[in-house]
């Protein structure tokens, strides 16, 4: 069975940094691309971050470049976001995903797997 799972949500406050931790099955994951979405109360699904199968390449929406960073550590399946300078725009549930292909992806729909989401609230 196919598992991501998700931690490291939070409430924080604005400028503050969190890192979001997401665990996914071996076999499943170890291939493919994983990323990162919001969205927000009220607005549709965001792309956030990607990165490739091994680790390279990683891609990251406009918004979040230069205070995002996304990681991966293969041999343990887990991938990262660590989020700093943090705003209240930037409240949302998170989602880990892994993609279908090997490359980083920057829609929904080139996910085949999604995590539960966690929760990330940053107030002024």
């Known amino acids: 069975q196919v598992q991501v799972v998700q931690s490291g949500g939070g409430l924080v406050q604005a400028g503050d940094s969190l890192r979001l931790s997401c665990t996914t099955t071996r076999r499943t994951s170890s291939n493919n691309g994983m990323g990162w979405f919001r969205q927000a109360p009220g607005r549709e699904r965001e792309f956030v971050a990607a990165i490739s199968w091994n680790g390279g390449n990683p891609i990251y929406a406009d918004s979040m470049k230069g205070r995002f960073t996304i990681s991966r550590d293969r041999a343990s399946s ?32 080139q996910y085949a797997y999604w995590g539960q989401g966690t929760q990330v609230t940053v107030s002024s």
């Open 78 to 109: 887990t991938v990262y976001l660590q989020m700093n300078s943090l705003n209240i725009d930037d409240t949302a549930v998170y989602y880990c995903a892994i993609a279908r292909g090997a490359a980083a992806a920057s829609t929904p729909s």
